[in-house]
């Protein structure tokens, strides 16, 4: 029953991972890339970490699997940040049809206060 | 043939797939933040497969390499983005 439970769990997991790379592959722009394909990744492979700790049912493949995804969703939602954080500083554009752009807005903002203050 | 002995080849094969869409986005990604977007992805993508790798095999210490492959991935993927900003690493 575990082993049945833990497999369904792996299948789970797997089908977010393709879903995240076919939003990686498809969609137009880095920053869509990022948001689409680091959620989807993320909860695919946390998924598939919680099937195998299902599948041994031993104490120490849980403690393992718990401290690897407690990792994971700390170090990838920062690894994404630090990372559209540098693609937007860098330069990279928006894709076409993007309508807001609300860090370049807050950039702007700043400058112009560091601008009035001094 | 079993449930399982037809399931973990169909799913090593998702994963197998999942890869290669990785590989496509890093050698031809317009700009140098989409290969770094692929390649962080790359890394939680061996995390999945170490995990069902250790299913198949049986071998519980497999997941420690898991957990060292996110870590590593990780600090990559920050030096990676420092670098692309321009700074220096000590910064």
């Known amino acids: 029953m575990n082993e049945k439970i833990g497999l369904i769990l792996i299948a789970i997991g797997v089908l977010f991972d393709l879903l995240g790379c076919v939003g990686l592959v498809r969609l137009p722009d880095v920053y869509n890339r990022i948001q689409a394909s680091t959620k989807c990744v993320v909860l695919g492979t946390t998924l598939s970490l919680l099937g195998t700790m299902v599948w041994f049912g031993t104490t120490a493949v849980f403690v393992k699997g718990l401290l690897c995804i407690v990792f994971l969703l700390i170090t990838s939602s920062t690894a994404a940040h630090a990372l559209s954080r540098a693609a937007h500083r860098s330069g990279v554009p928006l894709a076409e049809g993007s309508v807001v752009d609300r860090y370049a807005e807050d950039l702007e903002a700043s400058n112009n206060d560091e601008e009035t203050t001094s | ?91």
Do not use: H, Q
Request: charged share 10%; proline share 2%.
């Open chain 2, 1 to 91: 043939m079993t449930t399982v002995e037809f399931l973990v080849p169909v799913l090593i094969s998702g994963l197998l797939i999942c890869c290669a869409m990785c590989l496509y986005r890093i050698s031809n990604g317009p700009t140098a933040a989409d290969r770094m977007v692929a390649i962080d992805i790359l890394g939680t993508v061996v995390v999945g497969f170490v995990a069902i790798i250790t299913v198949v095999t049986g071998k519980a210490y497999l997941l420690d390499i898991a957990l060292v492959w996110a870590l590593v991935s990780f600090v990559g993927t920050l030096a990676l983005a420092k670098y692309l900003v321009g700074k220096r690493l000590n910064e």
